[in-house]
């Protein structure tokens, strides 16, 4: 088995072969090795877990997307309404605490007793799970527009760190783990969950496992707040998304045991029998996405019957385009895709895949050149928003992440 499969059987995590193999380089330039297959030889589950360290994102921050923890704490006073004692969340995974510690302070300024409620919080990262026992925060954790909760809650050490309180600290229990496998939290059943940006590093097989051991792990009438990028998956597999404004929380979906009582969302997989997208009236001549193709004028015989984007049976290179990127094999993905838009130049899913393979690639310049090209052929393409938002905030601009966040929930709540 090789390095990379190794990895992902052990993190869940899709990971491009560049991400793995600047992991090694890092690796071997540690221990002093300079042959790559006497360093793989050498692997055990020691150096295994410093490999794991190095390719599992543990990026966040305090308050992160507040709106999900309003709808976290509408939901727990219900709950105690309807005469809950204790309510149990869990945070998984939790990255170097914010995310638990935020449900905490939360739970605090709205008047919950400390002993009314327990928080488990995983992560797969030893070195994640050890920065969140020590609750030690750099100013890069304080993002939010109100910092008060730093008066109320964290000590200052120096000018530069901040330690959370420890009587806050210890309602919430800290311990390194997969939703994959092994213990999934202390209790059998959570009222809250909340599991954000995950599941967009999984493949399909693994993306519905984990969805189902957090759903055998949710009270029949909780809600698990997700990242906005994964509610399609969610709501393929069982769930229903509750009417939060840009929370993306969720709930099970019930109706029909087993499976979602409404229609499942389409697949992230090609949109062929549809007309072609037209471009936003607003773009005019010369606003285009950089590089985006521009449609030609239709004449009067075409608008009077638009023709669908792809003729019945024509859509083969797309498909195999897609089942391509999905097997990991880019380079054929790639060239089924340009392919495919050599005959249909108007296609916004295949923009959307050539994004995928260049995210995968490392190349997020390619990236989001090729999703500005989708998004300008198809402006509520959901997933194209999603991944755009996510690599804007990844790049540090916050404020384009949120215009596309805004346009991702209102593009989700026109779908089917």
């Known amino acids: 088995m090789t390095v990379q499969a190794t990895l992902r059987r052990m993190t869940g995590l899709n990971l491009a072969r560049s991400t793995v193999e600047h992991a090694v380089k890092q690796r071997m330039t540690a221990t002093g090795q300079a042959e790559r297959k006497a360093y793989v030889d050498a692997l055990d589950e020691a150096e295994l877990r410093e490999l794991v360290e190095l390719v599992v994102v543990p990026e966040s921050w305090l308050f992160r997307d507040p709106l999900a923890f309003s709808a976290a704490i509408a939901h727990i006073r219900a709950r105690q309404a309807e005469g809950a004692k204790v309510?149990?969340?869990?945070s998984v995974p939790c990255a170097g605490g914010e995310e638990p510690y935020s449900m905490a302070m939360a739970l605090l300024d709205a008047g919950v007793a400390p002993r009314s409620f327990l928080i488990d919080a995983l992560d797969i990262s030893a070195a994640c799970v050890a920065r969140a026992q020590a609750g030690v925060y750099g100013r890069n954790a304080f993002r939010a527009q109100d910092l008060s909760f730093r008066d109320r809650y964290f000590k200052a050490l120096g000018e530069d760190f901040y330690q959370i309180d420890d009587a806050l600290k210890a309602r919430?229990?800290?311990a390194q783990g997969s939703i994959l496998e092994g213990p999934l939290g202390s209790a059998r059943q959570y009222d809250v969950i909340f599991?954000?940006?995950l599941l967009i590093y999984f493949d399909d097989p693994t993306t519905a496992a984990a969805i189902a051991r957090l759903s055998a792990h949710l009270a029949d009438d909780g809600i698990l707040l997700a990242g906005y990028a994964e509610v399609p998956s969610f709501v393929r597999h069982g769930f229903a998304p509750l009417p939060h404004r840009q929370a993306f929380a969720l709930r099970k979906d019930l109706k029909l045991p087993g499976a979602p009582a409404q229609p499942a969302l389409p697949p992230a997989a090609p949109r062929l029998a549809r007309?072609?997208?037209a471009a936003p009236a607003a773009s005019g001549p010369g606003r285009a996405a950089p590089g985006a193709p521009i449609p030609a004028k239709p004449n009067s015989a075409s608008t009077a019957a638009a023709p669908t984007l792809v003729a019945a049976g024509d859509d083969s290179l797309l498909k195999q385009a897609r089942?391509?990127?999905d097997a990991g094999k880019a380079q054929e993905a790639d060239a089924a895709c340009r392919a495919f838009l050599?005959?249909?130049p108007e296609s916004a899913e295949a923009y959307f895949i050539l994004g995928l393979l260049a995210e995968s690639a490392s190349q997020p310049a390619d990236a989001e050149v090729q999703w500005k090209r989708c998004l300008y052929l198809q402006p509520d393409h959901y997933e194209a928003l999603?991944?755009?938002a996510l690599l804007h905030e990844q790049s540090g601009n916050s404020s384009a992440a949120a215009t596309l966040k805004a346009r991702a929930a209102r593009a989700f709540q026109k779908r089917p």
Request: glycine residues 0%; hydrophobic residues 45%; positive net charge.
């Open 342 to 344: 050599a005959r249909q």
């Open 195 to 197: 599991c954000r940006n």
């Open 275 to 277: 007309a072609p997208t």
């Open 323 to 325: 089942t391509l990127a």
């Open 87 to 90: 309510v149990r969340i869990l």
């Open 172 to 174: 919430i229990r800290f």
């Open 386 to 388: 999603c991944h755009l």
